[in-house]
Structures are given as structure tokens and as C-alpha cells.
């Protein structure tokens, strides 16, 4: 990945003092890396991601995230996958490229391919799918696009971040199949296929180790298996032991600027106990990211371009769930309410540090209104509240009995669905479900629109008339509501996730958010994985989305060329109106003595087909692909056997099936004790005894905590007496404005001040007092922190000496 001749590099190697090499290896002022002028070396800029370039006005503090220059605020990931197009995707990752030139960003922090172990999971907006196929296909073309124009990536949070609550000091306890299968197979494409310039590590420990120090991830599985050969950079404050962390292969400390962290780095190099030249290494690595980004002119782009790009891909996002006939709206829809406030104050973006400024927002009602299109408009409800308004319900409900249709715009505030903390249900606030049964019990015919990064419980779906989810639809996301409601376009986004009815029905129903060690005892069975073979009823499954044409699939034909698998299939499309359809190829596994989900996607193309017309769609895979990970070997085993390829239009609806036999590879033979092959045969229900056999060692107990320390979140430490003191000092800093912002008058002010100031309100106390340390750029120092965990410690003399450091440099060394 060399950009200047390897001697230049090595001059700069040469040339830099030990103090030089430690600047460069941590951030400077939250989003730069530490330039050394004297040799020509800039400083680079990182920011956020993923859907769209936020770019803070004024960089001070490490949670300058609220004040950000304008830049196009496309849909997130979660509507982006719901395109099933990555194409789109790779267009959305050029422009979003191209804006990071005009601003001077030199990496972006994006894409982020977690896979969604839960739909609680409150960051699930911005990641794309329960599928690694789905998650790495679109991780791909998001980096492909970026780095098109010359900006980098960060491909984060590397790995098993599945939960908020937790992440700065939780234990993601996954067994080393499920790890390679499903957590770490998005990465491993993207990887492989479009060597990212950075991968961000996560905040969590897996499997006992801190994402930020483990070696076995960090180097052992992306750079020696996978052959990255990029820079590694810490989520922002994942910093745990800081010489560990370059050891494992953790390049760049950020946001850094903590100098205990560079003290205990420097002592390292000085001793011998960390080698010097891993740390030049690491250093060379950055020097190497550097020269791949000189100073460059800025770009201009066109921010129209930007925009209509962004309401194209809302449009081919949106999910039709259900739908009557009485979509698209027509003469025959009659009189039109609209209820619900998202109409006139859409959703359209997440919360946290994705959070981008867009120069203008065109909500449905705007839309609506360009068009000229009569309605009557009740709000029914306050789209930021959760108490239910008796005066603004009868004014809908009166209205609703004169109207034909209604509309009814619903949807997850930010107060409940956010980066930093997750949900705790998957219902929608009550001042929405009153009145929406209310609406219904009325004889009211319901169109239900909503904004939401991931599935909710829909009451009374079997009631509703048509049920249109747009995710969280980005800036022009009125206009793609507008477009869909009208039959202008023709919705073709299908689910990237399956949609449970109730939260104890998801597959990580036993063991999600309920302490820092996360049993992933379900193991590979992971969202359709665990529902089709468990047979759960869901309200959606995977890959479902509607249209106002319907597709027939016609002549279908597999051909095994060597490795290579392809399937052509005919669609007809048997309606009158142009549409696209997203074929998906499952395969169904060859019956075997491993446990296997029943079927897994390995392949999907989306195809235009006009109204009366016709359309092939190819699909292929490599057989390679059927492999599962034998956790004997520690590697890929493909076995022998007769094997079943699905086309389908969802993982619930099956069109064909053609029969694929496998040989010449490996006879099936389990390498799991027997008690795991009984309890895993089908997804289990609870944590199963055998779980330890599962995972080849002891599950660790959630950790009992009799004091305050540095990786107790500040929650917790309420329970005890230092920690109270510490817990409510710094909790009560970031309650503060948000009390303010509450008392504010109703106004799109106040609920941009409200949100903001929640997000970091409500995450605090999910923050440890470490986390803190290595984030706040010195507003809470680590001497500060070690002072505290001294004196719970019990060891006073210390904590003073610790605090006194603070007191004397500013911030502790
Ligand atoms: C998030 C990252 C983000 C970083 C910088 C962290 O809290 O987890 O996704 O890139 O902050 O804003």
C-alpha cells in the first residue's frame, strides 16, 4: 500500500524520535492523527460515518458531535441494505466520498457491518443486516465507492459489538464457529475484497479479551489470515492497556491525547518489554496512511445530485409489509387524514455519532404539498413524547370519522432508539398504539408509515390496510414517502432482517443485555438462521418487502462450472405496473452431523422488470461458500452431500428448488461431544448445559463488583459509596442540559437539543470511568480516574499522589 517510495519511509523512519513515534500513534484534538512538520508528515483527519460525512464545526472535546458542517444526510445502513442493490450502495459511498474531499476528511468511519443479534440492539440503524452475506456485500460497496475517490475507511466495530448497553466494558462470549460464520464473515469479505485502508477496533472484549488488545483478532485472524495490511485504530477511548493494545497489532490510539497512555508506552519501548521494532511497525503503518494522503485541493460536488441520490435510494429502501390494495393511493382512496407528527417532523437519521447537519430536510408533509395533494392533518400525537395527548387524540379521532383513509405516520423517536444505550422492548410509545387501535375500533381504514431503524411490534397488523416502512429514509425521505404512497414509484426494498412478533421471540431472547458477559449461547442460529429451523411465527420474515406488480419465476436452471455455481431464472413481471424484484438463492444444507441452520443465503441480484415483461436474474456462489467452520481444524470443511439450491422471494416463500449434490470433498463427521450435537441439533431455547462444550472452555461469571474500578460502568457504581459520589458528579454534568433542553417551549429546537442532550444522558451511565478517561480529552483525566479507584482500593496516599499529578500537569501522565 506504499505511496511514496519505500526509502522515503524508511527515512522517516529513521529520522523520527521515540516521542515522535508515540504522537503518531494516537489522535490529536478528537478527530486528527499528530503531524511531525519537521519532516513533512500532516496530519491526517478521520470523521463519522456511516451515512454521510459529519464533519464537527469546532473540534474541541472528545464528544464534539452536535455541531456539524452542512453535508447530505443519506438513509442509514438499515435502508440501505433494504435496497438489496449495491450498486446504490457503491454510488452512496462515491458521493459520500466525494463530500469528505470538499471537507477535508481524509478517512471516513464508516461502513459499520456488526451483524444484528437483536433487533434491541440501539445502533442497529446504522449496520445492515442479521446476514453476513447482506452485511458484507454492502460493507463492500460502501468502502468500494469511498475510497473511489481517494478518501479511506474504517471498517468497525471489529468484532461481536452487538449490544450498546455494554460495549465499553462488556465480554461478547461467542463460540469459535459462530465467530467465524457469522460475526467476523462481513469483515473477512470486505477485507479480502476491497482491502479498507483502517479497520476500528470494538469497545467489548470477545471472548475475554478486549477487542483493543486482542491479538488473536487483530493480528492473527485480519492481518495473517486475511493479509490486511492497513492501519488498526481504537473505537474512540477502546483503549484499555495501551502496550498490549500495539502488541496485539493496535496501530493508532484515538482519539488519544492521553499521556498515561504514552508514558506507559514509552517505559515499554524503554525496557524492552515491548520490542522496539513492533512499535515501528505500527508506525509504519501510519506513515504508510499518510503518504496515501497528501495535502490535496478540496473538491467541490454537486449537493443537488447528492440529494436526489439520497431520496433514490429511500425510495428503493422502503419496505411494503402489507398492503390490501389499498396502496398505491388513489381516486378510490377518497377523502385523506393524516395523523401522527412524524409527518411534518420525520425521522431521519439516527442519534449519536453518526448524526449528520443537512443543509434541508423535505418531510412527507412538504412533499405532500409540492404535489398539491389535499389532505386534512391531525397530529395525534407528540412525535418526542411519550405521554399521550387526550386533546390532540379527540381532534384525530373526530376527524377520522369523516375521512376515507388515513394515514398514519408512526414510528421510534430518538429517545428510544439511539447509538449508546439499546431498547429494552420493541414496542412503539403508547400515545401511537392508543390511538392507532383507537382509529381502528373506530372502523378507520389505516395506512400505517413508519420511521424506524429496525423492527417494532406492530399492534393490530391484521387490521391495518397497508403498513409502508421506511427505515430512517435520510434528508429527502418525504419526497421517497410521497413518491411511494402515489404509486410514482413502485416500492422494491425487501428486509435485510427478519421481523419478530415479540421481543421473546428473537434469537437472542436468553442472553441479551442482561449483565457484561453476553452469552451468544445460540451460537450460528442468528436471526432466520434460529426462526425457520426453530419455526417461529413472525410478523415479517427475512427478505420480505411487497410491490403494486406481482413476479413469477419461470424456467430455472443451475450450472456447476468448477467451483462456480450459477443459477438463471426467469421473472415475469404479471401485473401492470413496472417493478423490481430481489431474487434471493438459498441453499438448503445436505443433511450432516454438524448442526446447520437449515438453509443460508448465498446469493441475491434485484431485476427490473417492466410491466408485461420479462427478466433473467444470475445468481452465483462458490461451493467453497456451503463450508462451515470445523472448530477441530480450525478451518473451512466442505462436505459431501446432496445439498438443495432455493429461489426464493423471501427466506418464507420458496419458488424453486433444484438439487446440488456435493463431492469429492469431506464425508460428514461432527467435532462437537455428543451433548452438543443433541442440544444444538435445533436452535436452543434458553442457555443450554451444553453451552461450555460449545465454546471448548468455562463460561465466565458476570463479574461481582464490591468497589469502584476502572472498568465498572458508572451505573453500576451507584451501588457504591465512591462511586455514588463520582457516578452522580459526572451524570449529573450531561443531566443538566438535557433538563434544560426539556423545559424548552415545543419547537424543532427543542427537540434537537432534547435529543442531543439525551443521547449522552442516557449513555453515561453505560460509560466507565477508563472509557471516560481515554474519550474526554482530558476533561476527565486518567489520573483523575486512577485516583478514584485508588481510594476505593483502599489505598489513600496513592490516590492522592494520583490526583496531585493531575493537579500539577493538568492532566496525569
Ligand atoms: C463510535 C464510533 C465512532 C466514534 C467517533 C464511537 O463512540 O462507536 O462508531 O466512529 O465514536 O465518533
Redesign the pocket.
Known amino acids: 500500500m506504499t505511496a511514496v517510495a519505500a526509502s522515503t519511509m524508511e527515512e522517516q523512519l529513521a529520522a523520527l524520535t521515540l516521542d515522535e513515534k508515540l504522537l503518531l500513534l494516537e489522535g490529536l484534538e478528537s478527530w486528527r492523527t499528530h503531524p511531525v512538520p519537521r519532516l513533512g508528515i500532516r496530519s491526517l483527519y478521520l470523521t463519522?460515518?456511516p451515512h454521510g460525512v459529519r464533519k464537527v464545526r469546532s473540534a474541541a472535546g472528545g464528544f464534539g458531535?452536535v455541531d456539524n458542517e452542512h453535508s447530505t444526510a443519506f438513509p442509514t445502513s438499515a435502508t440501505l441494505a433494504s435496497t438489496w442493490n449495491p450498486q446504490l450502495a457503491e454510488r452512496m459511498g462515491a458521493a459520500i466520498g466525494a463530500e469528505s474531499r470538499a471537507l477535508g476528511v481524509d478517512v471516513l468511519?464508516a461502513p459499520?457491518v456488526n451483524i444484528k443479534r437483536s433487533p434491541l440492539c440501539g445502533r442497529n440503524f446504522e449496520y445492515f443486516s442479521e446476514d453476513p452475506l447482506v452485511s458484507g456485500v454492502f460493507g463492500s460497496a460502501v468502502v468500494r465507492g469511498v475510497q473511489s475517490q481517494g478518501v479511506g475507511t474504517s471498517v468497525?466495530?471489529f468484532a461481536a459489538n452487538s449490544n450498546e448497553d455494554y460495549r465499553f466494558v462488556g465480554d461478547s462470549v461467542v463460540d469459535e464457529r459462530a465467530l467465524r460464520e457469522i460475526y467476523l464473515r462481513a469483515f473477512e469479505r470486505v477485507v479480502k475484497e476491497t482491502r479498507p485502508e483502517t479497520v476500528?477496533c470494538a469497545y467489548n472484549q470477545v471472548n475475554g479479551t478486549f477487542a483493543s488488545e486482542n491479538r488473536e483478532l487483530l493480528t492473527g485472524i485480519l492481518r495473517e489470515e486475511w493479509g490486511f495490511d492497513g492501519v488498526v485504530m481504537t473505537?474512540?477511548g477502546a483503549t484499555h492497556d495501551r502496550v498490549a493494545g500495539v502488541a496485539a497489532g493496535c496501530d493508532l490510539d484515538m482519539p488519544g491525547s492521553v499521556p498515561h497512555n504514552r508514558a506507559m508506552l514509552r517505559e515499554a519501548v524503554r525496557s524492552g518489554a515491548l520490542p522496539l521494532d513492533v512499535l515501528d511497525t505500527s508506525v509504519t503503518r501510519m506513515l504508510e496512511l499518510v503518504a496515501r494522503h497528501p495535502e490535496r485541493e478540496a473538491l467541490t460536488y454537486d449537493a443537488e445530485v447528492h440529494a436526489k441520490l439520497a431520496r433514490d435510494i429511500a425510495v428503493e429502501g422502503a419496505v411494503l409489509l402489507a398492503n390490501d390494495g389499498t396502496l398505491p393511493l388513489g381516486a378510490a382512496s377518497g377523502s385523506l387524514l393524516v395523523v401522527g407528527e412524524f409527518f411534518e417532523r420525520m425521522r431521519f437519521q439516527g442519534a449519536g455519532?453518526s448524526l449528520i447537519n443537512p443543509p434541508s430536510i423535505v418531510s412527507p408533509r412538504d412533499a405532500f404539498d409540492a404535489r398539491g395533494v389535499e389532505y386534512r392533518y391531525e397530529p395525534g400525537f407528540r412525535s418526542m413524547r411519550e405521554e399521550r395527548d387526550a386533546a390532540l387524540e379527540s381532534a384525530a379521532l373526530d376527524a377520522a370519522r369523516s375521512a376515507d383513509t388515513v394515514l398514519f405516520f408512526a414510528g421510534l423517536s430518538d429517545l428510544e432508539e439511539s447509538?449508546g444505550f439499546d431498547r429494552t422492548h420493541l414496542g412503539l410509545h403508547d400515545s401511537q398504539t392508543a390511538l392507532l387501535e383507537a382509529l381502528l375500533d373506530q372502523g378507520a381504514r389505516v395506512v400505517l408509515v413508519l420511521f424506524a431503524g429496525a423492527p417494532v411490534e406492530l399492534p393490530s397488523t391484521d387490521r391495518l390496510a397497508a403498513v409502508l416502512q421506511m427505515y430512517l429514509p435520510g434528508m429527502r425521505g418525504g419526497d421517497a414517502v410521497a413518491a411511494l404512497l402515489l404509486g410514482e414509484a413502485n416500492p422494491s426494498g425487501r428486509l435485510a432482517e427478519s421481523w419478530p412478533l415479540r421481543v421473546e421471540d428473537t434469537s437472542a431472547y436468553a442472553d441479551y443485555d442482561r449483565g457484561e458477559i453476553a452469552r451468544y449461547a445460540e451460537s450460528i442460529y442468528v436471526g432466520y438462521r434460529f426462526y425457520d429451523a426453530a419455526g417461529t411465527r413472525l410478523a415479517f420474515p427475512f427478505g420480505h418487502g411487497l410491490s403494486y406488480t406481482a413476479f413469477e419465476y419461470r424456467d430455472a436452471a443451475l450450472d456447476v462450472d468448477g467451483d462456480r455455481v450459477v443459477v438463471r431464472v426467469t421473472v415475469a413481471n404479471t401485473g401492470a405496473r413496472d417493478g423490481a424484484e430481489v431474487v434471493q438463492l438459498y441453499v438448503r444444507n445436505a443433511p450432516s452431523a454438524v448442526f446447520k441452520a437449515e438453509k443460508e443465503l448465498r446469493a441475491f441480484a434485484k431485476v427490473r422488470v417492466p410491466a408485461g415483461g420479462e427478466a433473467v436474474a444470475r445468481l452465483e456462489f462458490a461451493l467453497g461458500d456451503l463450508a462451515y467452520w470445523d472448530v477441530e481444524r480450525h478451518d473451512w470443511v466442505l462436505e459431501d452431500g446432496d445439498y438443495e439450491v432455493l429461489v426464493a422471494a423471501s427466506a418464507a416463500d420458496v419458488r424453486v428448488r433444484m438439487p446440488l449434490a456435493v463431492t469429492g470433498h469431506e464425508r460428514s463427521r461432527s467435532p462437537y461431544p455428543p451433548e452438543v450435537d443433541r442440544d444444538y441439533a435445533t436452535p436452543p431455547a434458553g442457555i443450554p448445559d451444553s453451552f461450555p462444550a460449545l465454546l471448548g472452555r468455562p463460561v465466565p461469571e458476570d463479574p461481582r463488583h464490591g468497589r469502584l474500578h476502572l472498568e465498572l460502568r458508572l451505573g453500576d457504581a451507584r451501588g457504591t459509596f465512591l462511586g455514588r459520589i463520582v457516578s452522580r458528579a459526572i451524570i449529573g454534568a450531561v443531566e443538566k442540559p438535557y433538563r434544560e433542553a426539556l423545559a424548552l417551549p415545543d419547537s424543532l429546537e427543542r427537540d434537537i437539543r432534547v435529543k442531543n442532550a439525551y443521547f449522552l444522558w442516557r449513555m453515561m451511565p453505560t460509560a466507565s470511568m477508563r472509557s471516560l478517561a481515554m474519550s474526554s480529552g482530558g476533561a476527565f483525566s486518567y489520573s483523575t480516574a486512577e485516583g478514584f479507584a485508588l481510594l476505593a482500593a483502599g489505598h489513600p496516599i496513592r490516590a492522592i499522589r494520583a490526583f496531585r499529578r493531575y493537579r500539577r500537569k493538568g492532566e496525569g501522565a
Do not use: A, Q, V
Open positions: 463519522d460515518g458531535i468511519l459499520g468497525k466495530h476500528m473505537d474512540w455519532s447509538e
